[in-house]
């Protein structure tokens, strides 16, 4: 049994390999670009925190990092302001000192490649609303970055960026962000932020993704089965759901009118 944990290119790699070779099997859990949806009755200071945290987490290098953060239009406008107010009080500096909150991407390739999608979130149109630049003269740092105004067909907001890059986009109703939210390549996990049950209950089972955290997020468990839809890859690791990736299913036939056994 090979694990694969990474990029879903590196998923790809693994699984080609794999069939290559004797046909081993595979369990891939890959990318992700996740949504995390704040509805019109949600507590927004409560939300903006959760979202802050669903995105910035480990620098942003996090699989299941709530990338996509989609806000119901009539509440928008503040949680749009207060998002952008806790990204500039972000601390970035060395994490191994007290009161920091993010340290440096893991290496120049990563630091780069997320420059590079800041500068395309500025070229597609999206409003820059915090960050976008280099933190300081040394090191891998960026700044904590706020998008508005993102559109679904821009870069940033599909592929994984893997950074400290939050895109905030509006929605109008449930059928539509239940249509956008799954129109991706993805499906690692979503977080829903609501205080109406009925709502909750139609987002998480109408999301395609392996995880959905209601009012909360990057909840774990060695008794919650984690693993991902489509392209965030397959299998499941943790819980009872777990051992069937090391398991083999056996079946065995025979008469039981054996003259022999008689």
Known sequence: ?????RST?????????????????????????SPFIVCEDADID???????????????????????????????????????????KRVVGDPFKKGVEQGPQIDSEQFEKVMKYIKSGVASGATLESGGERFGSKGYY????????????????????????????????????????NTTNYGLAAGVFTQNIDTANTLMRALRAGTIWINCFDVF????????????????????????NYLQVKAVVTPLNNPAWL
């Open 1 to 5: 049994m090979i694990r694969a944990q």
């Open 9 to 33: 290119e590196t998923g790809k790699i693994v699984l080609g390999l794999a069939a290559k070779s004797n046909l081993k099997p595979v369990t891939l859990e890959l990318g992700g670009k």
């Open 46 to 88: 409560k939300a903006v925190e959760l979202a802050h945290f669903a995105l910035f987490f480990n620098q942003g290098q996090c699989c299941c990092a709530g990338s996509r953060t989609f806000v119901h239009e009539r509440v928008y406008d503040e949680f749009l302001e207060k998002s952008k107010a806790r990204a500039l």
């Open 142 to 181: 960026i700044q904590p970055t706020v998008f508005s105004n993102v559109q679904d067909n821009m870069l940033i907001a599909k592929d994984e960026i893997f950074g400290p890059v939050q895109t905030i986009l509006k929605f109008k109703d449930l059928s539509e962000v239940i249509k956008r939210a």
């Open 221 to 244: 468990d060695a008794a919650i089965p984690f693993g991902g839809y489509k392209m965030s890859g397959h299998g499941r690791e943790k819980g009872v759901y777990s051992l069937n």
